[in-house]
């Protein structure tokens, strides 16, 4: 995120506050149960975007580890296209050998 960003998420977060509680106001609060009930729904409404950001954290499934994914899978199929017909047999050899290997241990 950059730094543009976080600034226009924290104006957009202040000016959403400000036109809640004059929504509130308008509706019939007073101004001391207007801001309160605005300071409750944007603080539980940081909460909850932050619980889902953890979420996505702790799971792996930012745009980051994606990335990092899909770079990891490219340079995999880069080194397989390079590999010549004879070192593509000996690894698919190899493979089958772990295999094998696999199945008896079991």
């Given at each position: 995120?950059?730094?543009?960003?976080?600034?226009?998420?924290?104006?957009?977060?202040?000016?959403?506050?400000?036109?809640?509680?004059?929504?509130?106001?308008?509706?019939?609060?007073?101004?001391?149960?207007?801001?309160?009930?605005?300071?409750?729904?944007?603080?539980?409404?940081?909460?909850?975007?932050?619980?889902?950001?953890?979420?996505?954290?702790?799971?792996?499934?930012?745009?980051?580890?994606?990335?990092?994914?899909?770079?990891?899978?490219?340079?995999?199929?880069?080194?397989?296209e390079e590999l010549s017909p004879e070192e593509l047999e000996k690894l698919q050899a190899e493979i089958e050998a772990e295999k094998r290997a696999k199945e008896?241990?079991?």
């Amino acid at each position: 995120m950059r730094r543009i960003d976080a600034i226009g998420i924290g104006l957009g977060i202040f000016i959403a506050g400000g036109a809640l509680y004059l929504g509130l106001q308008v509706a019939g609060l007073d101004s001391i149960t207007a801001g309160i009930w605005s300071q409750v729904l944007l603080v539980g409404g940081v909460v909850g975007w932050l619980l889902t950001y953890l979420f996505r954290a702790v799971s792996g499934k930012m745009t980051y580890h994606q990335q990092v994914r899909d770079y990891e899978n490219a340079v995999l199929e880069k080194r397989l296209e390079e590999l010549s017909p004879e070192e593509l047999e000996k690894l698919q050899a190899e493979i089958e050998a772990e295999k094998r290997a696999k199945e008896t241990g079991k």
